[in-house]
């Protein structure tokens, strides 16, 4: 009797260890393991996942490089959106999820499964955003998450490996760490409570750098193509590449505070240099290349975008539209952004770009009006107050 198939979201930690394990010699599937790269694992430790996974017994293992799919289909739009969660965080794992919940379920889907897996507790935002994405591409498939309903303790995971002989590092982390492209989580004693701050050891990106730095942004329709004077390829690697330069800077560190989908407030720390800097520097752009209602409209709709996003609404199809509004405005966001970097900050110098609508020979804010008279703004003046007077005349004071 052929056993049935299920895909689990696999990273190698003790939750989808133990779910490789109890899914395969307690509930007797037949286990296909898939890891989703967003940018957070390097090829040795990809090749190590994959050792692991085939030791735990799995049929198969898959690793999905999704960096760049991840770009395309999330976080052009979270820049364009120049969106940050409650102003402070750029939503790094929360978008990162969904990308791999979606490929997930396509796999899933390609093998024929008869059930997917992931290793998310019952406490976080993490199992919301899975269990949606498989609930709407793959409605039929049973979702297992033996952690959540089995409600393991992590001492209850290392006993059950442990008395089946397998061989991992179960030492728990002071520091509990997410890397992706968009950003590192750090979650750690500190985070637990409404006061406190990771130490300096606790950031995975330690500061190497200490003189002032400038560099050159340089956008086109809105996405990052190159730095000082270098093209890239893809929008990744230049991504890539700042985060290089910006990170030993310590720059992008700070804790955020949020509201999860179930309700509970929490507290994570995280780091994200490249992705701050690109948001500050491609707002800084836009707030010269964008008319004013471009501006306002968008700060509306973005807001609405990276909330949705935040709560694991990725496949709603408003999110194509205003999608396709974000795009569209990106249309003369295309320029240099001139960046001073220095410890723990960053400051915007300036841009040059051939759209900026600060031109002098329209006037210059301030001292000299170049495209109007006098008169004509005195006659517009009272023209745009003219309902307001007329509502005063009638109340009077």
């Not at 299920?6 to 395969?24: M, N, R």
């Not at 997410?178 to 500190?190: A, D, I, Q």
């Not at 800077?249 to 949020?258: A, E, P, T």
């Amino acid at each position: 009797m052929t056993s049935k198939k299920v895909v689990l979201g696999f990273s190698g930690g003790l939750d989808t260890t133990y779910c490789a394990k109890y899914l395969f010699e307690d509930l007797g599937y037949e286990v296909h393991s898939i890891i989703v790269n967003t940018g957070g694992f390097t090829e040795e430790e990809l090749s190590k996942i994959e050792a692991h996974a085939n030791r735990l017994g799995v049929k198969s293992h898959t690793s999905v490089n999704a960096v760049k799919n991840y770009y395309d289909r999330i976080i052009q739009y979270l820049v364009f959106g120049n969106v940050l969660k409650n102003n402070t965080y750029p939503l790094s794992v929360s978008a990162e999820r969904l990308i791999q919940a979606i490929h997930i379920a396509e796999h899933a889907k390609k093998i024929g499964a008869d059930a997917v897996a992931h290793g998310s507790t019952g406490a976080g935002n993490d199992q919301v955003r899975f269990d949606m994405v498989f609930h709407i591409m793959i409605p039929d498939l049973p979702i297992l998450t033996p952690i959540r309903d089995l409600q393991l303790s992590r001492e209850a995971e290392i006993e059950y490996l442990k008395a089946r002989d397998v061989e991992m590092n179960f030492e728990k982390a002071q520091y509990s760490i997410n890397k992706g492209l968009w950003g590192t989580s750090v979650g750690g004693k500190e985070t637990l409570h409404s006061k406190g701050m990771l130490p300096e050891e606790a950031w995975p990106t330690q500061v190497s750098k200490t003189q002032p730095e400038e560099v050159v942004l340089h956008f086109e329709k809105g996405h990052l193509t190159g730095i000082n004077g270098r093209s890239y390829d893809h929008p990744v690697e230049a991504i890539q590449a700042l985060q290089a330069i910006a990170g030993p800077f310590g720059i992008g560190r700070d804790i955020h505070v949020g509201d999860t989908i179930i309700g509970i407030k929490g507290r994570v720390g995280f780091e994200a240099a490249a992705p701050m800097v690109i948001l500050k520097s491609h707002h800084a752009l836009e707030k010269h290349v964008l008319t004013k209602w471009q501006l306002s409209w968008k700060d509306q709709l973005a807001q609405f975008y990276g909330n949705w996003m935040h709560e694991g609404q990725i496949l709603d199809p408003v999110m194509r539209d205003i999608e396709a509004f974000l795009q569209h405005s990106q249309e003369t966001v295309t320029g240099d952004v001139f960046v001073q970097l220095h410890p723990y900050r960053f400051q915007i110098i300036g841009i040059e770009s051939k759209y900026d609508l600060m031109s002098s020979k329209f006037g210059r804010y301030g001292e000299m009006n170049s495209g109007w008279t006098g008169q004509d703004v005195r006659g517009f003046s009272k023209i745009f107050g003219n309902q307001t007077a007329i509502w005063k005349a009638v109340h009077g004071e």
